[in-house]
């Protein structure tokens, strides 16, 4: 799956919450970066040997090369990018971590199962004893109480509690802390998904999506579905639930009030559904064929479909554009902004090997991008019409609106904190510059959370 830095999810709630104000005046308006965040892909190989990392969109290897051979792998859990760990299980159940920074690999636990990383970056992994450890910054926390049975799937929270969902229509749910169980539940059969954050579980149970919200007073509820819902995945922020039906498209759903927001025609069935990061584009696996199809976000529009295998890997979206997909022996990047998908980088014979995507590049060769994509912007922006920014926040606390920034461009957004205008109080994070008040708009929809445009014309004079 692809894997990156979730605390940037969690901020961009909270700063939801932080509320909205007036603009700011435009000769504070920042002259933002428009270079493309920071992305890559990891490779790591099935049958042992060293990891390799290529950049995206090209596919061109990077200098980082591993220090240390990993063993023989299954698959990949996920990684805690604000501690550079990427961890994996490997063909004799150990939980394998690969450090990014210092290039080797180490065994951090045996006999495990499963294993899943959450929105904080925290692993949780279950033994063969049904025992569950967290391992927070690198440091192993053994849960006192167990799982009950075997599990179908593990989401992390961003509270520090695990969600096992049973393997057995006839099993509870179950919410678990480090030091005692936190509820359980008992859930219908059905492909199951969670927020970004791990706060809700979504069911797809045939005629109703049923939701799962541990810390809730009422924690399950249903949304009647009509059509036969079979697969759920939600939106980035957790606004939004996306349900696949039977009847060919998917449906749209308001997550708080459960209302329907609109559908989206389908060629046929999809039984798989899979996001991006960002929230612009979503992945369907038809009922029958190996291939996938691709949906805009933003227009609500399927524009494509791409042969590939089905994997829990791939086919992924890596940075904002590219898709990664097999294709017979190879793994090939593809442009989705382009028409036809057009090719923009080839692994040749790598469609064996386990694939993550990652919002990250090693120091020096994230210098060498930004400063290109810098002089690129420099060089047009004479002719640039306004410049147009999105409003995310609002907040007293300079140090608060500085890491909420910081967190945003980590995740790949060209984010900068206006300080206050005399007499006002309020630090504001904005998002841009961006050449249209289209583009802006379409970025404020895909983020799923409160936001605005601001041009220049917008302000109050000075």
């Known amino acids: 799956m692809p894997v990156h830095p979730f605390r940037a999810s969690a901020l961009l709630l909270l700063g939801a919450?932080?509320?909205?104000?007036e603009a700011p005046p435009s000769a504070r308006l920042p002259d933002a970066s428009r270079a493309p965040p920071p992305a890559s892909v990891l490779?790591?190989?099935?049958?042992?040997?060293?990891?390799?990392?290529?950049?995206?969109?090209?596919l061109v290897e990077s200098f980082w090369k591993e220090t240390d051979k990993l063993p023989a792998l299954t698959r990949v859990v996920g990684a805690d990018l604000e501690q550079r760990v990427v961890?994996?299980?490997?063909?004799?159940?150990?939980?394998?971590?690969?450090?990014?920074?210092?290039?080797?690999?180490?065994?951090?636990?045996?006999?495990?199962?499963?294993?899943?990383?959450?929105?904080?970056?925290?692993?949780?992994?279950?033994?063969?004893?049904?025992?569950?450890?967290?391992?927070?910054?690198?440091?192993?926390?053994?849960?006192?109480?167990?799982?009950?049975?075997?599990?179908?799937e593990l989401f992390g929270t961003l509270n520090g509690s695990l969600i096992a969902i049973p393997a057995a229509d006839r099993g509870e749910a179950m919410a678990l802390g480090p030091d005692q169980p936190l509820g359980r539940a008992r859930l219908p059969a059905g492909d199951a998904a969670a927020t970004r954050l791990g706060?809700?579980?979504?069911?797809?149970?045939?005629?109703?999506?049923?939701?799962?919200?541990?810390?809730?007073?009422?924690?399950?509820?249903s949304i009647a579905v009509s059509g036969h819902a079979r697969a759920?995945?939600?939106?980035?922020?957790?606004?939004?639930?996306?349900?696949?039906?039977?009847?060919?498209?998917?449906?749209?759903?308001?997550?708080?009030?459960?209302?329907?927001?609109?559908?989206?025609?389908?060629?046929?069935?999809?039984?798989?559904?899979?996001?991006?990061?960002?929230?612009?584009?979503?992945?369907?696996?038809?009922?029958?064929?190996?291939?996938?199809?691709v949906l805009d976000l933003t227009t609500q529009k399927l524009v494509g479909s791409v042969p590939s295998r089905w994997a829990p890997d791939l086919p992924a979206v890596a940075g904002q554009r590219t898709l990664l997909v097999r294709a017979g022996a190879d793994v090939r990047g593809l442009d989705l902004?382009?028409?036809?998908?057009?090719?923009?980088?080839?692994?040749?014979?790598?469609?064996a090997d386990l694939w993550v995507p990652l919002a990250w590049l090693p120091q020096g060769e994230q210098g060498e991008i930004a400063t290109a994509a810098d002089s690129a912007a420099a060089a047009d922006s004479a002719a640039a019409g306004p410049r147009i920014y999105l409003q995310v926040s609002s907040s007293r606390n300079p140090t608060w609106a500085k890491e909420l920034a910081d967190k945003l461009?980590?995740?790949?957004?060209?984010?900068?904190?206006l300080p206050?205008?005399?007499?006002?109080?309020?630090y504001r994070v904005v998002l841009g510059p961006y050449a249209t008040r289209e583009q802006a708009e379409a970025t404020g929809k895909s983020l799923g959370m409160p936001s605005f445009v601001i041009t220049p014309q917008d302000l109050p004079a000075q």
Do not use: M
Request: proline share 7%; glycine share 10%; net charge positive.
């Open 232 to 293: 759920v995945t939600f939106s980035p922020s957790g606004h939004r639930l996306y349900v696949a039906r039977d009847r060919g498209d998917i449906l749209v759903i308001d997550r708080f009030g459960g209302d329907e927001l609109g559908t989206i025609r389908l060629p046929g069935r999809g039984r798989a559904l899979r996001s991006d990061f960002y929230g612009s584009w979503l992945l369907v696996r038809p009922e029958r064929g190996d291939s996938v199809w």
């Open 17 to 21: 919450a932080c509320g909205r104000s």
């Open 199 to 221: 706060d809700l579980v979504a069911v797809a149970a045939d005629t109703a999506v049923v939701l799962y919200e541990p810390q809730a007073k009422q924690p399950v509820r």
């Open 420 to 426: 206050p205008r005399p007499g006002d109080e309020a």
């Open 337 to 351: 902004t382009a028409k036809g998908f057009p090719t923009t980088g080839v692994v040749r014979d790598g469609a």
């Open 43 to 58: 490779r790591l190989p099935r049958e042992g040997g060293p990891a390799r990392l290529y950049r995206t969109p090209t």
């Open 409 to 417: 461009r980590s995740a790949g957004l060209p984010a900068s904190v």
């Open 87 to 152: 961890f994996a299980l490997d063909a004799k159940d150990n939980l394998v971590g690969l450090d990014l920074e210092s290039r080797r690999s180490r065994t951090y636990l045996s006999a495990i199962r499963q294993a899943v990383v959450g929105p904080d970056g925290a692993v949780y992994a279950v033994d063969s004893g049904a025992a569950v450890t967290q391992i927070v910054r690198r440091s192993p926390v053994r849960f006192r109480a167990k799982l009950s049975g075997a599990a179908r």
